[in-house]
């Protein structure tokens, strides 16, 4: 699938129009370079469930939880991972359960150790807006995209 998306408010209402459909389980990965919308997308995602707060993405921490009545959400900034082992040190296995959302930017700096994800969406930049690209990756992913449908 893919999607322009014209201005950062269309960003943010796509990051709200994914999240009502999301089940809990569900791992987003979402790559492309700095600036090309990944955390307004979060912010939009966010937004949707309810949270009022800033959101901002967690590039030193990491990980920033959320948690929400309906799931828990995680959203991982790894930009600046120096390796893939650093993930152990925060307990990486406990933010994917099944019952959670991991929306996580710069996935490919896990090398493997973040598994398959659902659904893969890669930001491009457009000359005027940005353009993602949405890629299941398992049937949930699947399921997911035929729901928007």
Not at 117 to 140: H, M, S, W, Y
Request: glycine share 10%.
């Amino acid at each position: 699938m893919i999607i322009e998306v014209p201005e950062s408010a269309d960003m943010e209402a796509l990051g709200g129009q994914v999240a009502l459909g999301c089940p809990p389980g569900i791992r987003l990965f979402l790559q492309g370079e700095l600036g090309a919308g990944k955390t307004t997308f979060v912010r939009g995602f966010l937004r949707q469930l309810g949270f009022k707060g800033a959101v901002k993405s967690p590039t030193y921490t990491l990980v920033e939880p959320y948690s929400f009545a309906e799931k828990p959400v995680y959203h991982f900034d790894l930009y600046r991972l120096n390796s893939p082992d650093e993930l152990e040190h925060i307990g990486l296995r406990d933010y994917f359960s099944p019952t959670a959302v991991c929306l996580v930017e710069w996935p490919e700096k896990a090398g493997t150790r973040l598994g398959r994800p659902d659904l893969l969406i890669q930001f491009e930049f457009l000359e005027v807006g940005r353009k993602l690209v949405i890629k299941a990756k398992t049937r949930n992913g699947e399921a997911l995209l035929q729901s928007w449908k």
